[in-house]
């Protein structure tokens, strides 16, 4: 029987080739290859050396370490995450795969937090910054569990590169999402829901003008 006064072990997963330490021992299986497969393929395939690189929603820390790792440490990733626990998941992921050199953490949300997400990563307790807020770069990962059209709306700069994931439950549909692509000049090269029957959708898209 494990103590419950006793530190839980931590374990170390493997979702999509990124380490990330964990202390869920739940769950029977570590490694996951296909963890956000959509966004880390085309992280993979198109961010490039001495990128700039901007993460809203951190998450698990997979696509700020995939991103770090194609900037070939030459480049910078900025990852905003209003939820103290999971920025500090992040923060373990980013050390444990050691590309913190290139990784710049910002305890904030970017637009509003949806209650679906605070129930799922913990309470918002960051900043609450304007789309205006997010720096110029080359790529731009959204994942914001909801704000992804605010995100969209208030965008100023033009990355060459977005990935969205889509949650039109949360607000927003697949069609006001593809309309403010259009809008700001993006094509979209792949849209592939997360499961067969699943609203939930990564979007990449380039800009094409």
């Known amino acids: 029987m494990i103590d419950a006064t006793e530190e839980a072990t931590v374990r170390t997963r493997v979702l999509n080739g990124v380490a990330v ?13 296909t963890h956000e497969e959509t966004v880390v393929a085309a992280l993979r395939r198109h961010v490039r050396r001495g990128d700039r690189v901007v993460v809203v929603g951190g998450g698990w820390g ?23 626990e999971m920025l500090e998941i992040v923060r373990r992921t980013v050390e444990v795969n050691r590309v913190a050199d290139v990784v710049t953490l910002e ?34 990962d959204v994942d914001c569990e909801g704000a992804e059209l605010d995100v969209l ?30 809008r700001l000049g993006y094509e979209i ?14 979007y990449v898209a ?4």
Request: charged content about 30%; overall charge negative; proline content about 8%.
């Open 206 to 209: 380039r800009r094409d003008r």
């Open 107 to 140: 305890h904030a949300a970017i637009g509003s937090v949806s209650d679906s997400s605070e129930r799922i990563f913990g309470r918002a307790d960051g900043d609450v910054r304007p789309p205006s807020a997010i720096p110029d770069c080359d790529v731009l």
């Open 21 to 33: 330490p964990s202390t869920d021992l739940e769950e029977g299986v570590d490694t996951y290859p």
């Open 153 to 182: 709306r208030g965008l100023e700069c033009r990355p060459r590169l977005l990935t969205v994931e889509a949650h039109p439950h949360l607000g927003g549909s697949h069609d006001e999402i593809e309309a403010e692509f259009d």
């Open 62 to 84: 997979t696509s700020t370490v995939v991103a770090a790792r194609m900037t070939h440490f030459e480049g910078e990733v900025t990852t905003f995450e209003p939820a103290s």
């Open 189 to 202: 090269a792949h849209r592939e829901p997360i499961a067969s029957d699943d609203d939930i959708v990564n």
